[in-house]
């Protein structure tokens, strides 16, 4: 009788150890993998899907799951789940701004910075020059790497005569500002990690004005004045420094301030240098007696500009 009992219990404890070692099997065997938006796969045993997460059951190096580490994955962060029965389920499309570096971390690409694109072309107006009637446009083209820029700029003005704007013209006779145009080239030091970005530069403008060549008739000691039509520039080089601050995702704020110089040259070198010493002697004899005043001959100017843009991305 004992002996049947010893038997039976033998028996009993044989199945209770096959069935444990069935459920592992089963266990082990029923393996999902699980592939995510940054590249990587996990291998897991999928529980529950939800309305926007999912339960798994991690797998372990042995392939066995783990006791009681049920955990939650973003349904957003994952792109298609593959069965062990080879059903296949896709959840999301896989994103176009992240790529895998081969070792299943996620890199960001660079062409998003804070939320922004980062475009690479910027038109915009001087809005400060329209004080002086300019209509001045820039138009500036940005490296790939988001660092180095290089443009163009031109402007036209509708004022009947020049304005104090523009000092070294305006004291001509009858001078009127028609034109400039240049090229610029931009350095951006830190890109545009963030909103403001911080430049410097190098500015190359021209331009072009009309005005009345003076020329003094002395008959029988009567001076007389002859007007003559004539033509001057300015060819400067100035060094600029300024921000550019985004207000939109496509709008932007940009300032400039620029300082250089410039070469006197042909009748407005002539007749600036004559401007300047008859307003000098003028005022050294208010009575309109001459004396004799050492002339003095300029044959460089500084140059002077200023800008608050505003424009748009592309």
Known sequence: MLLSKAICYLWLMKFRFLGFFLF???????????YMQDGSCRVAKVLEIGLDEITVVPISESGAPFINANETISKWD??????KNGTVEYLNSPRTDIVN?????????????????????????????LCNSDIAGFFEHLSDNSKFGIGIMG??????????????????????KKYDAGAFF??????FKRRSAFYFGLMIKYTAFTFSSTQELNSGGQVSYKYTPAKGSQLATMITIGNQTNLTKTVFLKTIAG????????EYKREFNYQVNASAQASTNPNGTKTNIEPVTY????????????GCNF
Do not use: C, W
């Not at 081969?102 to 038109?123: L, M, P």
């Not at 300082?259 to 042909?266: C, I, K, M, S, V």
């Open 101 to 129: 570096d081969g070792n299943s971390r996620r890199a960001e690409k660079q062409k998003k910075i804070s939320d922004k694109v980062i475009y690479h072309n910027f038109a915009s107006i001087n809005t400060l020059a």
């Open 259 to 266: 300082f250089g110089a410039y070469t006197l040259r042909g």
């Open 299 to 310: 044959n460089m100017l500084p140059k002077l500009y200023f800008g608050i843009n505003i």
């Open 24 to 34: 592992m099997t089963l266990h082990i065997i029923a393996q999902d993998k699980i």
């Open 78 to 83: 994952i792109v298609l789940i593959e069965y």
């Open 155 to 176: 402007a036209y003005n509708f004022n009947k005569y020049a304005g104090g704007q523009n000092a070294f013209i305006s004291q001509l006779n009858a001078s009127k």
């Open 186 to 191: 931009n350095f951006y030091p830190a890109g």
